[in-house]
């Protein structure tokens, strides 16, 4: 299940970071952040960018999907997705597609 709140996004990050046995310090330099901006991402106050995420993750090693889901049994169909795309206007079908894009090429990295 896709994650959308920061705070749980935040925390996974902090025990990510924990697990990893890394500083805040040292995760910030590695994702060319401030400090203070990273400790305000683990504690879930700021909204941050997709490029910000992608950072953090190669600094931890770790890919986006780690950090964005939480495991749930699978409850939807190829079917489920055709029918929420077949709602949506061309442009955004686009720009799912384009999220999906940047998303699995994320996974490979």
Same mark, same amino acid.
């Given at each position: =299940?896709?994650?959308?709140?920061?705070?749980?996004?935040? !925390?996974?990050? +902090?025990?990510?970071?924990?697990?990893?046995? =890394? %500083?805040?310090?040292?995760?910030?330099?590695?994702?060319?952040?401030?400090?203070?901006? +990273?400790?305000?991402?683990?504690?879930?106050?700021? $909204?941050?960018?997709?490029?910000?995420?992608?950072?953090?993750?190669?600094?931890? !090693?770790?890919?986006?999907?780690?950090?964005?889901?939480?495991?749930?049994?699978?409850?939807?169909?190829?079917?489920?997705?055709?029918?929420?795309? !077949?709602?949506? %206007?061309?442009?955004?079908?686009?720009t799912?597609? $384009?999220?999906? $894009?940047?998303?699995?090429?994320?996974?490979?990295k």
């Amino acid at each position: =299940m896709l994650v959308f709140d920061f705070k749980v996004i935040g !925390n996974k990050l +902090y025990e990510t970071r924990n697990k990893k046995i =890394m %500083s805040r310090a040292e995760v910030a330099e590695k994702a060319e952040l401030s400090e203070r901006t +990273y400790a305000d991402i683990e504690r879930g106050s700021v $909204n941050m960018r997709l490029e910000t995420l992608l950072k953090i993750c190669r600094a931890l !090693n770790i890919t986006p999907n780690d950090i964005l889901t939480i495991e749930q049994p699978n409850t939807f169909s190829e079917s489920d997705i055709a029918e929420i795309i !077949n709602k949506c %206007s061309e442009s955004e079908k686009q720009t799912a597609l $384009n999220l999906l $894009n940047v998303y699995l090429d994320s996974l490979n990295k």
